[in-house]
């Protein structure tokens, strides 16, 4: 390696190797270009077709890099073998602040507890991405036993709960549920086909007042009724920074009176309440209140069932809501000469998928 050559490696700080397929030698050369890297911050490998020889190189890299911030590893196959590597690993990185295994999998329950156990070691761990990782109940147990030691975090990206009956997995989920506690400096939440049942957003809602920091929640593809719904945007209401609250089909068309709630949440920029069948009662409640909410930026109702009635309605509380500046209505049964009218009339309407 020349003078120049090693240089740039010892200032190199972000390198990404994203969605491809290292070989072995492939390998070889990024480790021994990582260890000549005292000031790598990341380490992004997601998306790669590496097979099991991530592992030994996994094993002699991470422990050289000190000073690594943020590691990515998404959707990487790993046995519980190689899960139990990486485990080790994780708590020797004293400055890890990031870490992203979305949509990894390979691993059991004992691999997903070795992950779980470790990241809960990591002390200064604030961002923790676990994306459409299937957790069985034993796994969940874990994460709530690990979540209560992990109060650094500040955003967490959901896990999802291995099917099952739905007591069970409402059983399963409690625990989990409860440790969310201990995060009282939490700014984006995202539980999104967490299968929560009442119980479960109820438990869920006692912490949210705690929140005061959160700026986003997503609770996408959850049973919520509009009863809890209502409980929900209340607690939301002691969240001063919140700027994103996003419902993508909960279940129920029946969300008036949350909808009359969102008044509450004068801060919130984006609200989404689209897939959800709202009707035009729906539509009217949320055009009374948007003047309320005097920083909101966008509402996105796409695939409901808000018809001329409702639209127009939206479209005149827009002119009093100057900061508003998208209600997207993408696939509402309006008729095209309809919305087009409209649109025409108040341009911030989108009746199209953009």
């Known amino acids: 390696m020349s003078d120049y050559q090693g240089k740039l490696c010892t200032e190199l700080s972000i390198p990404g190797l994203v969605d491809c397929t290292l070989q072995s030698q492939q390998l070889e050369v990024l ?11 990341e380490l992004d490998l997601s998306h790669n077709s590496s097979g099991t020889e991530l592992e030994p190189i996994l094993s002699s890299l991470l422990p050289v890099l000190q000073n690594l911030t943020k590691l990515s590893l998404d959707r990487h196959v790993m046995d519980d073998h190689a899960a139990a590597v990486l485990a080790k690993m994780l708590p020797g990185l004293p400055k890890l602040c990031i870490i992203s295994l979305s949509q990894c999998s390979g691993f059991t329950t004992v691999g997903a507890c070795h992950l779980i156990t470790a990241l809960s070691h990591c002390h200064l761990l604030e961002d923790i991405s676990l994306r459409t990782l299937q957790l069985q109940k034993e796994a969940m147990a874990c994460l709530a036993t690990g979540l209560h030691r992990m109060t650094s975090v500040k955003r967490l990206i959901k896990v999802t709960m291995a099917s099952g009956s ?6 399963a989920i409690l625990p989990m549920l ?8 939490i700014k984006v939440i995202e539980l999104d086909e967490l299968l929560m049942g009442e119980q479960g957003l109820l438990e869920l809602v006692k912490h949210v007042p705690i929140w005061t920091g ?3 929640i997503s ?82 109702l796409e695939a409901n069932s808000i018809s001329v009635r409702g639209a127009k309605a939206l479209a005149a509380s827009v002119h009093c809501s100057a900061s508003v500046q998208v209600i997207r209505l993408w696939k509402n049964p309006i008729p095209r000469e309809e919305f087009q009218r409209l649109s025409e009339k108040e341009k911030r309407l989108s009746f199209s998928s953009m």
């Open 31 to 41: 480790r021994s270009i990582c260890q000549r890297c005292p000031q790598l911050l």
């Open 178 to 185: 409860e440790s969310l506690e201990q995060l009282r400096g």
């Open 214 to 216: 959160l700026r986003r």
């Open 219 to 300: 609770l996408c593809n959850n049973c919520i009724t509009d009863d809890t719904g209502t409980s929900l945007v209340e607690a939301l209401s002691h969240c001063m920074a919140l700027e994103e609250i996003i419902l993508v089909s909960v279940g129920t068309s029946d969300l008036s009176n949350l909808a009359s709630s969102l008044g509450n949440c004068s801060y919130a920029e984006d609200i989404s309440l689209a897939w959800n069948g709202v009707t035009d009662d729906v539509a009217v409640m949320l055009a009374e209140v948007f003047p309320l909410c005097q920083r909101l930026k966008r509402v996105d």
């Open 166 to 171: 739905s007591d069970k997995v409402t059983l």
